[in-house]
C-alpha cells in the first residue's frame, strides 16, 4: 500500500525561476493496485515517483508504504521494498556488467549482501527461468555485457529484475516511451502480466492514452503538482480514448480560464 | 654490437632486482586500478598514501616495533587516508581528482610530522624478509619469494571477494551508481570502504618498500602515480580487462613487465632524469590511441570529445 501526504517541492525557490513540482500532492494506492499515472509535461509525475522512491527530497509531506513512514529514508533503504523501471534505458542496468550480474544485483535488492559467492549454480538457473518468460532469447546472454544489448532488451531486463523479488511496490516511469512500438508492446505485455500474476502495487506513468485505458484499475490525472482527477471501478473499466482525452481539453481550458 | 652486449648483459643483472622491485610497486599500481577501474573513481591519494605507509613504517621500525607490527599499522593509515578522499569527495561534491590532490597535499605535512625529519635509516632492522627460509636475507631472491607470496595471496582473495554478494555490489556502484543506489546499495559505504582499500594497498606498497631499500624518505612518492598508471595499462594490454579475474591480474602484470622496460632503457643509457617524462609519454600516448583511432575510423571526429 502507498500513501502520500500533501507533498510539497518547489525547485529553485525564492529565486525568479521557481518550479512548484509537488504541490500538496495526495494519493492513496492499496495493495495490490494498479494505477496509472497520466498529465501533461511538468505536471510533477516523475517528481512524484521520485519523492516516492527517495531520490527527491520534499520540502514537506509525508511517503507512507505499508502504513510505515519512509520520508526520512534515503534511496537505498526504501530500495528494501520498492523497485523502479527507468524512461531511459541507460539508467536502469550496470552497462559494464553482464545479464547474470545484473539479475544477481536486483535479487539482493531487499536481502543483506554476505561474503558467500555471488553467482551460484541455482541462482543461474532461476535467472534463466525468469529471463525465459520474456521470449527475448535473453536467457542464452546471461554472460553478455548489457552494453552490448539493445535498448529494448535493456528495458525488458529492467522489468524482470524489478518485479523479481515482488517487491511491495512497482514505479514505471514511462517506461516504454524509448522503444519502438512492437517491443514497446513486448515489454508492456511483461509488465501487465508481472503485475497481475504477483499482485503488484504498481504506480506507472505513461503519455499513451490507450495504455492508459487498457492497463490498470485506477486513472491518476496530474496537473501542476495535485491530482486533478482519479477514475476507477466501473467509470476506468468503460472509459474510452476520447472521453480521456476529453478530460484533458476540460483541464486545458480551467487552465486557459485561470491565466 | 659492443653496445648492444653491454647493454643486454647490465639489464640481465639487474633482472632479480628489479622484479623484487616491481611486485613491491605491483600493491601501488593495484591501489590505483581499485578505484579507477572498480569504482569508476579516478584517484590521486596513491602518490601521498605510498610515502605514509612508508614513513609510518620507518617510525615504527627505528622505535624496534616488528616488521608485522610497521606494516599492519601502515595499512591501517593507508585506509583512513583512501577513507578521507571519498569522503571529501561525496560530503563536498568535489571532483574525485581534486579530493585526490588535497589529500596527498596535506599528506606530505603528515608525513614529515610523523618522521619528524625528511628521511630515516632503518637500515639493519628487521624485516618481513629475514623469516624466508633457504635464502640470505637482504639478497633479491628472499625479496621475490615473500612479496610474491603475498600478491599471490592478495591476487586470490580479491578475486574471491569481488565474485561474492557484496563484491558484486561494489562493483556495481563503479558501473552505475545510480542504478546501485536504486537496488539497494549503500553507494557512500562502498565507496569509502573501497578507496580506503586502495589507500590500504599504496601503504602496504610504501611499508615493505621501506623494509626493502632500509630507509624511509617523504619524497618516495614522487611520481609514483604515472608509473602506475603506466604499469596498469600495460598490465591491461596484455592480460585484458574483460573479466574480473583479468582486471585484477593486469596490475601485477604491468608492474613486473613496466619496471623490467624501464630498467632495460636505463641499461641502454636512457639519462634517469628523463624517465619521467618518457613515461609520461607514454601514458598519454595509451590514453589517446582509442581516440586516435577513432577519428582516422568511419566514426565522427566529434565522438572523441564527447568523453
Ligand atoms: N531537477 C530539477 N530541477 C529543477 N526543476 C525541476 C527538476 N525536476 C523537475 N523540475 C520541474 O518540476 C516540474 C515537474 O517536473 P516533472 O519532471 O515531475 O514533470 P513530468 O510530469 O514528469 O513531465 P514529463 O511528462 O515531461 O516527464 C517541471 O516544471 C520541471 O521543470
Ligand atoms: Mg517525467
Known sequence: MLEIRSAQKTFYRGQADEKVALDGLNLKLGTGEFGVVIGSNGAGKSSMLNAVSGSLSLDSGQILVN?????????????????????????????????????????????????????????IATYRERLSLLGLGLENRLDTR???????QRQSLSLIMAVGGSPDLLLLDEHTAALDP????????????AVEQLKLTTLMVTHNMQHAVDFGHRVIMLD??????????????????PDLIGHFAVKTDRMLLAS | MDFVQTTFASFISLIPVTLAQSLILGFVVLGIMIPFRMLSFPDLTSEGAFPLGGCVCGVLLA???????????ALIAGFAAGCCTAFIHLRFRIHTLLAGILMMTML????????GKSNLSVFGAPTVFDWVPFTQPGFPASKIVAVGLLSLAVFVLLNIYFKTERGTAVRAVGANPDMAEAQGINVWAATIGGVGLAGAFSALSGAVMVQSQGFADVNMGLGILINGLAALMIGEAIVGKQSVLRQIAAPFVGAIVYYQLVSLCLAAGMPPPDLKLATGLFVLAMLALPSLRRSRGPAPAREAFRE
Do not use: C
Open chain 1, 67 to 123: 502504513g510505515d513512514d519512509v520520508s526520512g529514508l534515503p534511496v537505498h533503504k526504501r530500495a528494501m521494498r520498492l523497485a523502479r523501471v527507468f524512461q531511459d534505458p541507460m539508467k536502469g542496468t550496470a552497462a559494464s556488467m553482464t545479464v547474470a550480474e545484473n539479475m544477481l544485483l536486483a535479487d539482493l535488492r531487499s536481502k543483506k549482501r554476505s561474503l558467500r559467492p555471488g553467482l551460484t549454480n541455482t541462482r
Open chain 1, 146 to 152: 548489457v552494453e552490448l544489448l539493445s535498448g529494448g
Open chain 1, 182 to 193: 512492437r517491443t514497446a508492446d513486448i515489454v508492456m505485455a511483461a509488465t501487465v502480466r
Open chain 1, 224 to 241: 501542476a503538482g495535485r491530482v486533478r482527477l482519479e477514475i476507477a471501478g466501473d467509470e476506468k473499466a468503460n472509459i474510452t480514448v
Open chain 2, 63 to 73: 622505535a624496534g616495533a616488528s616488521p608485522l607490527t610497521a606494516i599492519a599499522v
Open chain 2, 108 to 115: 606530505y605535512s603528515v608525513n614529515l610530522r610523523i618522521m
